[in-house]
């Protein structure tokens, strides 16, 4: 049989509590902004995987079409006569952040474009909201 002195012994008294909040609020300063800088390089890195695995089919529409481009991104994804399609889905991937990715064809001597607008999904912008295209990768700007 316990004690009464045993018995109000048995929890944890409010300072052990405090301390050990005290201790996980502490790693989750340190560990946090750690795990979202590497959730934001992750984005980028499937962003551009995108946009290279995207303009590699526009390549191949363009070859398989006498050199002329897609008009859209759309045409990637339509299968032929054997059920195929260039990009292999139903539907033309959306960027890590939920927007479509926008496809410019080339004009005026400049080559075609397929961009991310980043998180924010609109032109221009900084850290998680910048911009990422093929004409950029290729050059090795980002």
């Not at 410019?104 to 998180?119: A, H």
């Not at 032109?123 to 990768?137: A, F, T």
């Amino acid at each position: 049989m316990k004690t009464r002195t045993q018995a109000l012994r048995a929890g944890f008294t409010l300072a052990e509590l405090m301390v050990v909040i005290v201790i996980i609020g502490l790693l989750a300063t340190l560990v946090v902004p750690n795990v979202m800088s590497k959730l934001f390089q992750a984005n980028i890195t499937k962003a551009k995987a995108d946009i290279v695995n995207i303009s590699s089919g526009v390549e191949e529409w363009a070859m398989l079409n006498g050199g002329t481009f897609p008009e859209s991104l759309e045409s990637l994804v339509q299968k032929d006569e054997n059920g195929h399609s260039i990009l292999n889905a139903d539907v033309v991937p959306k960027d890590p952040w939920g927007n479509p990715y926008v496809y410019e064809p080339p004009q005026g001597g400049q080559p075609f474009r397929v961009i991310s607008y980043g998180r924010d999904g609109s032109p221009g912008g900084e850290s998680d909201d910048k911009d990422l295209d093929n004409v950029m990768i290729r050059n090795g700007e980002i």
